[in-house]
T-cell receptor
Framework: DTEVTQTPKHLVMGMTNKKSLKCEQHMGHRAMYWYKQKAKKPPELMFVYSYEKLSINESVPSRFSPECPNSSLLNLHLHALQPEDSALYLC????????????FGEGSRLTVL | GQNIDQPTEMTATEGAIVQINCTYQTSGFNGLFWYQQHAGEAPTFLSYNVLDGLEEKGRFSSFLSRSKGYSYLLLKELQMKDSASYLCAVSGYNKLIFGAGTRLAVHP
């Protein structure tokens, strides 16, 4: 199984809503990542988890809250988002240490109204 | 900090060869990756270089010179399906940072 699965694929939410994006992998990877990608731009790193601990937060606003319940799961909790947060949110995983290939999920396309 | 530069757009003809260049400046270096991304889809891995030299994988090859902070991706026998964005990404300090990407359009 070389897949990273993300749900939902599409999400529309209002600025007062609370929602979560979910990501799952069963490749035994111990590093997991959240990236944000706007149209025609490259993916921008948001968070890195290594061995279920948050190791990198790229100064992401607190309205985005990551969570890593176990080595296979990664969540991104969303609260009080702004329309400019609308983007494709990509989850990825790799072997720990961040030196290997990142495997990406298909992404969750978020629209904030 | 990190700075990764690659051309914004390129065009090429089906069956031809195209080279996409990438230059980088980083404070830590664990390797350089090339990813392909079709519009609306997730990036997919193409190649990885950690030592100087050429890595060949089918129609795709990637070259790295660490002393020059330079890499290129070479695509041979271009096909229409190769029309996509090609992202150069540098790994360092436990994170992978992407360049802005090169949008390649392949014409018949």
């Amino acid at each position: 199984d070389t897949e990273v699965t993300q749900t939902p694929k599409h999400l529309v939410m209002g600025m007062t809503n609370k929602k979560s994006l979910k990501c799952e992998q069963h490749m035994g990877h111990r590093a997991m990542y959240w990236y944000k990608q706007k149209a025609k731009k490259p993916p921008e790193l948001m968070f890195v988890y290594s061995y279920e601990k948050l190791s990198i937060n790229e100064s992401v606003p607190s309205r985005f809250s990551p969570e890593c319940p176990n080595s296979s799961l990664l969540n991104l909790h969303l609260h009080a988002l702004q329309p400019e947060d609308s983007a494709l949110y990509l989850c990825a995983s790799s072997h720990a240490g961040g030196t290997g290939e990142l495997f990406f999920g298909e992404g969750s396309r978020l629209t904030v109204l | 900090g990190q700075n990764i530069d690659q051309p914004t757009e390129m065009t090429a003809t089906e069956g031809a060869i195209v080279q996409i260049n990438c230059t980088y400046q980083t404070s830590g270096f664990n390797g350089l990756f090339w990813y392909q991304q079709h519009a609306g889809e997730a990036p997919t891995f193409l190649s990885y270089n950690v030592l100087d030299g050429l890595e060949e994988k089918g129609r795709f090859s990637s070259f790295l010179s660490r002393s020059k902070g330079y890499s290129y991706l070479l695509l041979k026998e271009l096909q229409m399906k190769d029309s996509a964005s090609y992202l150069c990404a540098v790994s360092g300090y436990n994170k992978l940072i992407f360049g802005a990407g090169t949008r390649l359009a392949v014409h018949p």
